[in-house]
Antibody, heavy 120, light 107 residues
Framework: QVTLKESGPVLVKPTETLTLTCTVS??????????VSWIRQPPGKALEWLAH???????SYSTSLKRRLTISKDTSKSQVVLTMTNMDPVDTATYYC????????????WGQGTLVTVSS | DIQMTQSPSTLSASVGDRVTITCRAS??????LAWYQQKPGKAPKLLIY???SLESGVPSRFSGSGSGTEFTLTISSLQPDDFATYYC?????????FGQGTKVEIK
């Protein structure tokens, strides 16, 4: 059974760095042609793709947020980590991690999401 | 970045109606388009990939079509469980991008 679960702080202050962890089970982060993305959704708004990491450690980032994002993985721990620097209230959102479907850059399994609020 | 524009933003329909949602890409994405359904407080669910391929377990009343820059998601006979928000996603080019969503409401 494939599952993904996000963890991290629920509240961060402006200018702080956010670190989120996605712990996966039911598949390996070393599976070729798969990988995990982070996607966020501000309250009442649309989905926004943030970053992706493949099994070979290839990474890709949102154009607008590239300078603030770092994605990494620890295959032995089955974890994918996203850091976002210089947090702002507009970054308040539910953050999801999602598995890339085998051979297709769509997302077939998602975590439940974690709401991160940015406020002083 | 490729912009994805969905129409309409909101759609009011009744059970049994045929519903069509359109997604337009700012440049050609061939057939690299997916559709997702999202209910309040839940993660999105993959419905369609490669523009017209039905994800396993998704009811056959959902169908997708299109290529290039214009795509549609059709629900042939709307069911109570289908009232939700629908998103398209292109994966032809990085960065992958989503449409702004179409909310299907009860009429």
């Amino acid at each position: 059974q494939v599952t993904l679960k996000e963890s991290g702080p629920v509240l961060v202050k402006p200018t702080e760095t956010l670190t989120l962890t996605c712990t996966v089970s039911g598949f390996s982060l070393s599976n070729a042609r798969m990988g995990v993305s982070w996607i966020r959704q501000p309250p009442g708004k649309a989905l926004e793709w943030l970053a992706h990491i493949f099994s070979n450690d290839e990474k890709s980032y949102s154009t607008s947020l590239k300078r603030r994002l770092t994605i990494s993985k620890d295959t032995s721990k089955s974890q994918v980590v996203l850091t976002m620097t210089n947090m702002d209230p507009v970054d308040t959102a539910t953050y999801y991690c999602a598995r890339r479907r085998f051979g297709e850059s769509t997302f077939d399994y998602w975590g439940q999401g974690t709401l991160v609020t940015v406020s002083s | 970045d490729i912009q994805m524009t969905q129409s309409p933003s909101t759609l009011s329909a009744s059970v049994g109606d045929r519903v069509t949602i359109t997604c337009r890409a700012s440049q050609s994405i061939s057939g690299w388009l997916a559709w997702y359904q999202q209910k309040p407080g839940k993660a999105p669910k993959l419905l369609i990939y490669k523009a017209s391929s039905l994800e396993s377990g998704v009811p056959s009343r959902f169908s997708g079509s299109g290529s290039g820059t214009e795509f549609t998601l059709t629900i042939s006979s709307l069911q109570p469980d289908d009232f939700a928000t629908y998103y398209c996603q292109q994966y032809n080019t990085y960065p992958w991008t989503f449409g702004q969503g179409t909310k299907v409401e009860i009429k």
